[in-house]
């Protein structure tokens, strides 16, 4: 991707800089009786504890939502047998219709930058859990894939997201055919600073309810560490190009809290950033297993 389409990308949706900044107002009693005054407040300061010691009980008890899971292959065809690549591919689609598969099969193809032509095959909304029981055996899929698949492939690398749903703005259709993938490798140390920093891009944007829409997921194990992905999504080639309606970052985080924040997020942004890519993948349906409803 070229250096002008991500910095275009920066100033859009605000990747590559970010902070917060907050203010604690101070506050006390007001003036009161020493000795009635005095054992009031005692008595509501315990019983305020006490309270407080409950709702920490029970905010412990509550069980914490399950992650989700963005389990995928990188899988590289080798030079000149993309059609076998992708005939064995429906073959395999046709032979999950067979096992009544319950999970869906996603497939995307990789459009641009180093890794075009490879294709991204994965599931998608799983929980870890979820793959100690799958629909169809690792065994019996790991066979059909060799019989299918495997010689037509260069190169496999597989690689297990988790969706950052805190931070997301998924679309509501679900209908993009194009998805921009960039990826931010994190200077070690500063993973915090940059989570919170896309909390507050996110704040920002949901506050003023600006129009965009995104997912962030970070690795969780088959690569660097300190590694997280964007993807926004797009109907058509026409809809990569900026939209006017949608507010530089800047000018987002400034409507939002003010310049001093919108400046401490920004810089939050560029100091956590190592560096970023950009990839353009498009969903590929005639591939992909979509379960029987």
Known sequence: MRQSRARMIARRYGLTRLGAGCTVAPFGPTVFQIR??????????????????GVISVAAQAPAPKAEIAALEFQTP??????????????????????????????????TGERTGTYIVGRLGQHWADMDTPSVTDAADLAEYQKAIGASVEKLTTAYYEYMPKVS??????????????????????????RSAIARVHDARTQLKTPSHYNWYHLVTGGPGGTYVLTIEHANWAAIEDDPAIK????????????????????????????????????????SYMPAK
């Open 78 to 111: 080798k030079n000149g047998m993309v059609k076998q690549y992708e005939d064995g591919r429906k073959q395999k689609v046709d032979w999950h219709k067979q096992q009544k598969d319950t999970q869906a099969l996603f497939v995307f193809e990789t459009l």
């Open 169 to 194: 703005n998924p679309p509501t259709d679900m209908n993009g055919k194009y998805t921009e993938v960039i990826t931010f490798h994190i200077r070690y140390g500063h993973n915090d600073d940059f």
């Open 36 to 53: 009635e005054e005095l054992v009031k407040l005692t008595k509501l300061t315990a019983g305020a504890g006490v309270f407080l010691l």
């Open 248 to 287: 530089p970052l800047r000018d987002v985080l400034r409507e939002a809290f003010g310049e001093q924040e919108a400046m401490s997020v920004i810089e939050r942004i560029n100091s956590s950033v190592e560096s970023t890519y950009d990839e353009l993948i498009q969903f590929r349906p005639d591939l």
